[in-house]
């Protein structure tokens, strides 16, 4: 994987990132992935994250990785996407696109541009799920056992 696209660290400034970018880290991925596609805006969103941090924690150790793409306007990157993933100690990705047409569809053909959504991963296991809504915290624990091939 190229410098470009490796994974945010947490406490750096949101990256500018295309839907190309996104495509390349899906197909290179080697561990477990979830990409959570979420906006400063949307309250569903801003309540899943913690789920999503304590998670990445607690199966770090089984390689999973959790990416978050900010889909904030553009009148919003960096000021308020930054000043947000600071605020909630995270780490995050801005994507540079307008056209939901055009990379919505990259992600998951099925995609209408909703949001919360989410990708999960895992090649290894020939696993991909895509979820398009808000996830509870028990939800999202049962997928990432079946992600992780811990669950049935």
Do not use: H
């Not at 990157?77 to 990259?106: G, H, Q």
């Amino acid at each position: 994987m190229s410098s470009f696209l490796a994974l945010p660290v947490m406490g750096q400034q949101a990256k500018k990132v295309k839907i190309t970018d996104l495509e390349k880290i899906i197909v290179e991925s080697k561990t477990p992935l979830i990409i959570n596609f979420w906006a400063t805006f949307c309250k569903p969103c801003i309540e899943e994250i913690p789920y999503f941090q304590k998670l990445q924690g607690k199966y770090e150790k089984d390689g999973l990785q959790v990416l978050f793409v900010s889909l904030d306007l553009q009148d919003d990157y960096p000021e308020k996407v930054n000043s947000f993933i600071k605020k909630r100690k995270m780490s995050a990705w801005w994507l540079d696109e307008t056209n939901a047409d055009y990379f919505c569809p990259r992600i998951d053909p099925a995609w209408t541009g909703a949001i919360p959504a989410t990708l999960f991963i895992n090649k290894q296991a020939n696993y991909r799920k895509f979820i398009e809504e808000s996830l509870s915290e028990e939800s999202l624990e049962k997928q990432v056992g079946i992600l992780l091939n811990k669950t049935n």
